[in-house]
């Protein structure tokens, strides 16, 4: 039986998880939970899975779980809070895989932890790679722990190269939706409401790589991401425009071969294939091939889209640029949310913010966390000059 760790079990990954697991109730078992503030969804989880250890975000929230857990009549459950309950969480003797799924850098000491611990990490939180991948990867070669990516283009990636070797692959092809605004004209971003960015055609996610995926931040992010976890050069990254979502993404061999992974726009696939591999498992997961309709494919808009150009050159530059892209992101998309800046004003942000970041790159997770916090408070001085103009449809209404 493998015992599992959820980190961010209440969000949307964390509940997918849930989900996948509860079929083969002989293979895994929930071994530990952290969550953030959702109170009402950890203690559902802890009732279903009985977790020996739960960790929340505050001792506040951890106090309010124990005495609802107490009062049901649930014992035997730890509950910790905070950055150090999170780790635990991450690093108890009996977890065996790591399912790393909470939202933003917040995600990247535990699962740091988690590899230094010698777990196998399943990576959602993508975050982490982009701000720490070269020191996530160091560490995690050094103790030979596997890092198997559960993003749907990585997890794509990661089974399509199954095919070759290394040097064999000439590039990689990472599709896009393009998000709620992929045929936008320009002169209309202005207006963009919560609302409508908030409306993902293909996915439902969580808030912020919801908003990601309407800026296309989400590929950026995920263009270095991919760098990192496969160790190529953001030359050797490409994107594809994909509405349908149903190639996840795909893999060009020096012949000219290209391999595309094809499945189900639903997270518990890549979510079972990290848990599983290298074995894999039979699913109800199927996908109808005969029912297929058209694929189309087309280049990203870099004109409407700037956050594709500012990844790619945060990419180049590594280190405090990929932490100053995602940090500025971060305190961006949550203004965005608060309807403090326009829809605009997230790209624009982050570029200013990049402008503003000195060449640096960081050796270790202390350094990582403390240019993350320098880009946060940058951000936020952009952030508190920008008009709030926009959004005139909504407060019209
Ligand atoms: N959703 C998806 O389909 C995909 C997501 N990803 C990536 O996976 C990650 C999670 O995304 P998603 O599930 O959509 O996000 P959600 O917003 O739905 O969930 C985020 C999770 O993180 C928890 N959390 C937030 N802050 C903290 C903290 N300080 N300490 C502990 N837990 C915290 C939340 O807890 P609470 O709710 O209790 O506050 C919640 O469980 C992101 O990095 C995203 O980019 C990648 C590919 C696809
Ligand atoms: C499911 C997943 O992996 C998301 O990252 C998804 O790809 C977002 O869609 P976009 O292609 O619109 O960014
Ligand atoms: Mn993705």
Redesign the pocket.
């Known amino acids: 039986m493998k015992q599992i760790a959820i980190l961010g079990s209440t969000g949307s990954i964390g509940q997918s998880s849930l989900s996948i697991l509860e079929e083969y109730p002989d293979r895994f078992a929930i071994a530990s939970l952290a969550a953030g503030r959702n109170v009402d969804a950890a203690f559902d989880q802890c009732l279903r899975w009985r977790p020996r250890v739960v960790s929340l975000a505050t001792a506040e929230l951890a106090d309010t779980l124990a005495l609802r857990l107490r009062e049901a009549g649930v014992t035997g459950i730890e509950v910790l809070h905070g950055a150090a309950g999170t780790v635990q969480v991450a690093t108890l003797p009996e977890v065996d895989f790591v399912i790393s799924a909470i939202v933003g850098v917040a995600g990247l000491e535990a699962t740091y932890a988690a590899i230094l611990a010698g777990k196998p990490v399943g990576l959602a939180n993508k975050e982490a790679m982009v701000a720490a991948g070269e020191i996530l990867t160091a560490a995690a070669r050094e103790r030979n722990v596997p890092l198997l990516p559960i ?3 990585h997890n794509a990636i990661h089974q399509a190269m199954r095919a070759g070797e290394k040097r064999e692959i000439s590039r990689i092809w990472l ?5 709620p605004f992929r045929s936008l004209p320009l002169q209309d971003f202005d207006h963009i409401t919560v609302e409508q960015a908030l409306k ?1 055609p ?2 439902v ?1 969580g808030r912020r ?1 919801t908003i ?2 309407a800026t ?1 931040l ?2 950026g992010l ?1 263009i270095i991401e991919a760098c990192r976890l496969f160790d190529l050069p953001p030359s050797a990254v490409k994107v594809t425009v994909h509405p349908q ?1 149903t190639v996840h993404s795909l893999v060009e061999y020096i012949d000219g071969s290209i391999l595309a992974q094809i499945s189900v726009t639903d ?1 518990r696939l890549p979510i079972l294939y990290a848990l599983s591999y290298p074995e894999r498992l039979p699913s109800k997961l199927t996908f109808d091939m005969a029912a297929l309709g058209r694929l189309d494919f087309s280049p990203p808009d870099f004109a409407r889209f700037p956050c594709l150009r500012l990844a790619y050159e945060a990419a180049e530059r590594g280190g405090a640029h990929c932490i100053a892209l995602n940090a500025a992101d971060e305190v961006a998309v949550e203004a965005f949310l608060e309807r403090a800046i326009p829809f605009p004003g997230i790209p624009r942000t982050i570029e200013d913010v990049l402008q503003a970041t000195p060449e640096s790159h960081p050796a270790t997770i202390q350094e990582v966390l403390a240019l993350d916090a320098q880009a946060r408070d940058l951000a936020r001085e952009v952030v508190a000059k920008t008009p709030t103009r926009s959004q005139p449809a909504l407060h019209r209404r």
Do not use: F, L, Q, R
């Not at 599709?175 to 998000?179: I, K, L, P, V, W």
């Open positions: 993003d749907s283009e599709t896009a939706s393009g998000g993902h293909t996915w996610m790589i990601d995926s296309m989400n590929k995920e979502s997270m």
